[in-house]
């Protein structure tokens, strides 16, 4: 009996060529196929093997009646219903490291290209014009280079850099310091990154944190004369204030790798300062190659039940530890939420405290599975997952602590802490209650209980009379209606915390004035409970 793998994109040849040369394996190569096609052929596949075209939506997946595993060419899984795909008990695996040295390739390139002025002379040339007066340019050496963001690509694009005699410093507050000076790059705060680059690149994943991160302010900081690269996601940098800071002559170059608005029709094509290439980092013949082997010998090595080495949606569990690992992954995943919110410096150590009950093989899991939640805003959503997590986290510099208490009023409760250097920076408390409820019991020094559902606020304020009137008024005039609400207080540091709940979304620009109110230290805004 074989497998049958369904590949309805293109693959690298020498890919296919593993699965048609294996007595074991029938491949189904269905290029340009229509939906309809698509759910016809995957009736009888074991395996679906996708790039980022291909919608593997709910009616597709039911369409695989005998589907195992799906398998994604790439890093991105925004194609792909992972959900569901988990509720069938489909595995869902990528290849999430076979492009980072080819987008830290594109990244030098492009700085090249700018500061010798490549595109200009390659275009003049084509049509015959040999003038050069205008085309000086700049030497890397002895330049400074800032990257903001410097996990796996950033690190790569610093070792290129380094070996053009570029000073590299960085800012990222999810990585250790001792790290990065090991290799050779120094790690400042956000704002003297901007003030002291003179080129800027950006190595970030996309989320709420990090949506237009650069705007206005960001390029008003910046020295006049910077060269700004954007090889990440594009909706990290707001366009109108990046064609402002064009106009106003504030940017020597710009290089993008990614833009909002992929058409003729884009404002930023008229900039002869300007280089936009159509999203290209990964898309090399050794990327394209060792992503399509990667993902197929992943996809066979499964099937023939080995443990995958990237899985996306669900790990592999012990018998004796399934029924737990549900409702714990789900407090896990929540306290990371509220807990990576609320931390917004450097760290070098996480300790996650468990109940003595939990079986022992569910420790490293549910550890990882904190640490998939927690460092995601750190590095794309779509390169961390349970397996790979722990090791990123050790890439960085964290130390992971898993600690074990046997104290009868523990029981399914769990604490982590977030510590620099010994001091504790953010912590937090929650249990799983009788009826199987997802608590939160304390933040920090605050105990404050309230369940994680709904849509959720965290406040801190100062504590003084008037300011819960002062919240609940602000709602109020925002025609948002107060579903719960809890109130702890410090009174040694004068400030409370609230947890208040809402019946509805909320949005960006109403959270943006509520954390403006006078006395108001902080505003965390939670809409995924909901």
Same mark, same amino acid.
């Given at each position: 009996?074989?497998?049958?793998?369904?590949?309805?994109?293109?693959?690298?040849?020498?890919?296919?060529?593993?699965?048609?040369?294996?007595?074991?394996?029938?491949?189904?190569?269905?290029?340009?196929?229509?939906?309809?096609?698509?759910?016809?052929?995957?009736?009888?596949?074991?395996?679906?093997?996708?790039?980022?075209?291909?919608?593997?939506?709910?009616?597709?997946?039911?369409?695989?009646?005998?589907?195992?595993?799906?398998?994604?060419?790439?890093?991105?899984?925004?194609?792909?219903?992972?959900?569901?795909?988990?509720?069938?008990?489909?595995?869902?695996?990528?290849?999430?490291?076979?492009?980072?040295?080819?987008?830290?390739?594109?990244?030098?390139?492009?700085?090249?290209?700018?500061?010798?002025?490549?595109?200009?002379?390659?275009?003049?040339?084509?049509?015959?014009?040999?003038?050069?007066?205008?085309?000086?340019?700049?030497?890397?050496?002895?330049?400074?280079?800032?990257?903001?963001?410097?996990?796996?690509?950033?690190?790569?694009?610093?070792?290129?850099?380094?070996?053009?005699?570029?000073?590299?410093?960085?800012?990222? *507050?999810?990585?250790? %310091? &001792? #790290?990065?000076?090991?290799?050779?790059?120094?790690? +400042?705060? =956000?704002?003297? !990154? /901007?003030?002291?680059?003179?080129?800027?690149?950006?190595?970030?994943?996309?989320?709420?944190?990090?949506?237009?991160?650069?705007?206005?302010?960001?390029?008003?900081?910046?020295?006049?004369?910077?060269?700004?690269?954007?090889?990440?996601?594009?909706?990290?940098?707001?366009?109108?204030?990046?064609?402002?800071?064009?106009?106003?002559?504030?940017?020597?170059?710009?290089?993008?790798?990614?833009?909002?608005?992929?058409?003729?029709?884009?404002?930023?094509?008229?900039?002869?300062?300007?280089?936009?290439?159509?999203?290209?980092?990964?898309?090399?013949?050794?990327?394209?190659?060792?992503?399509?082997?990667?993902?197929?010998?992943?996809?066979?090595?499964?099937?023939?039940?080995?443990?995958?080495?990237? *899985?996306?949606?669900? %790990? &592999? #569990?012990?018998?004796?530890?399934?029924?737990?690992? +549900?409702? =714990?992954?789900? !407090? /896990?995943?929540?306290?990371?939420?509220?807990?990576?919110?609320?931390?917004?410096?450097?760290?070098?150590?996480?300790?996650?405290?468990?109940?003595?009950?939990?079986?022992?093989?569910?420790?490293?899991?549910?550890?990882?599975?904190?640490?998939?939640?927690?460092?995601?805003?750190?590095?794309?959503?779509?390169?961390?997952?349970?397996?790979?997590?722990?090791?990123?986290?050790?890439?960085?510099?964290?130390?992971?602590?898993?600690?074990?208490?046997?104290?009868?009023?523990?029981?399914?409760?769990?604490?982590?802490?977030?510590?620099?250097?010994?001091?504790?920076?953010?912590?937090?408390?929650?249990?799983?209650?009788?009826?199987?409820?997802?608590?939160?019991?304390?933040?920090?020094?605050?105990?404050?209980?309230?369940?994680?559902?709904?849509?959720?606020?965290?406040?801190?304020?100062?504590?003084?009379?008037?300011?819960?009137?002062?919240?609940?008024?602000?709602?109020?005039?925002?025609?948002?209606?107060?579903?719960?609400?809890?109130?702890?207080?410090?009174?040694?540091?004068?400030?409370?915390?609230?947890?208040?709940?809402?019946?509805?979304?909320?949005?960006?620009?109403?959270?943006?004035?509520?954390?403006?109110?006078?006395?108001?230290?902080?505003?965390?805004?939670?809409?995924?409970?909901?």
């Amino acid at each position: 009996m074989k497998w049958s793998v369904l590949v309805p994109e293109k693959l690298d040849e020498v890919a296919l060529e593993l699965i048609r040369n294996d007595k074991d394996f029938e491949l189904i190569n269905l290029e340009d196929s229509s939906v309809d096609k698509l759910k016809d052929a995957i009736t009888n596949c074991d395996a679906l093997i996708v790039r980022s075209k291909t919608q593997v939506n709910k009616e597709l997946i039911d369409a695989g009646k005998k589907l195992q595993i799906i398998g994604r060419a790439g890093v991105g899984t925004d194609n792909i219903d992972l959900a569901y795909a988990e509720k069938k008990g489909i595995l869902v695996v990528n290849a999430p490291e076979e492009s980072l040295d080819s987008v830290a390739d594109l990244t030098i390139g492009l700085i090249l290209t700018l500061c010798r002025k490549l595109h200009v002379a390659f275009e003049r040339t084509r049509n015959g014009n040999f003038h050069r007066k205008d085309l000086l340019g700049y030497e890397l050496r002895g330049m400074t280079i800032g990257l903001i963001g410097c996990g796996r690509i950033g690190r790569k694009v610093a070792k290129r850099a380094q070996a053009f005699g570029l000073k590299v410093i960085a800012y990222d *507050p999810y990585i250790s %310091p &001792k #790290l990065l000076e090991s290799e050779g790059i120094e790690l +400042i705060s =956000f704002n003297n !990154l /901007l003030k002291s680059a003179d080129i800027i690149s950006l190595h970030l994943p996309l989320n709420e944190n990090t949506y237009h991160m650069i705007s206005t302010s960001e390029f008003a900081r910046m020295k006049k004369g910077v060269y700004f690269i954007n090889t990440s996601r594009a909706e990290i940098v707001d366009t109108p204030a990046l064609i402002a800071a064009l106009e106003e002559g504030r940017l020597a170059g710009v290089g993008l790798d990614v833009v909002e608005e992929e058409s003729k029709e884009n404002p930023l094509l008229k900039y002869s300062n300007v280089v936009i290439s159509p999203h290209i980092g990964a898309s090399t013949y050794g990327a394209q190659r060792n992503v399509g082997l990667i993902i197929v010998q992943e996809v066979m090595n499964v099937l023939r039940g080995h443990p995958p080495r990237y *899985p996306v949606n669900f %790990p &592999k #569990l012990p018998s004796e530890a399934r029924e737990l690992y +549900i409702p =714990f992954r789900d !407090l /896990l995943t929540n306290l990371a939420s509220i807990l990576i919110s609320l931390t917004e410096t450097s760290f070098n150590k996480i300790t996650i405290r468990y109940p003595e009950n939990l079986p022992r093989p569910l420790l490293s899991i549910l550890t990882r599975t904190f640490l998939s939640v927690f460092l995601r805003t750190i590095v794309s959503g779509d390169e961390i997952n349970v397996i790979n997590s722990q090791k990123i986290a050790e890439e960085r510099g964290i130390q992971i602590i898993e600690s074990i208490t046997s104290d009868k009023s523990f029981q399914n409760v769990i604490e982590a802490k977030i510590q620099m250097n010994g001091e504790v920076l953010n912590a937090i408390t929650g249990q799983i209650t009788a009826d199987q409820k997802l608590i939160v019991t304390k933040i920090n020094q605050y105990d404050i209980k309230f369940e994680t559902t709904g849509h959720l606020f965290l406040i801190e304020f100062l504590d003084r009379p008037g300011m819960i009137g002062a919240i609940c008024s602000f709602l109020g005039e925002n025609s948002i209606n107060i579903a719960e609400l809890q109130v702890a207080r410090l009174l040694h540091l004068g400030t409370q915390l609230m947890a208040l709940k809402v019946d509805d979304p909320v949005k960006p620009e109403v959270v943006a004035k509520l954390r403006k109110l006078k006395d108001i230290n902080w505003v965390q805004y939670y809409p995924k409970f909901a």
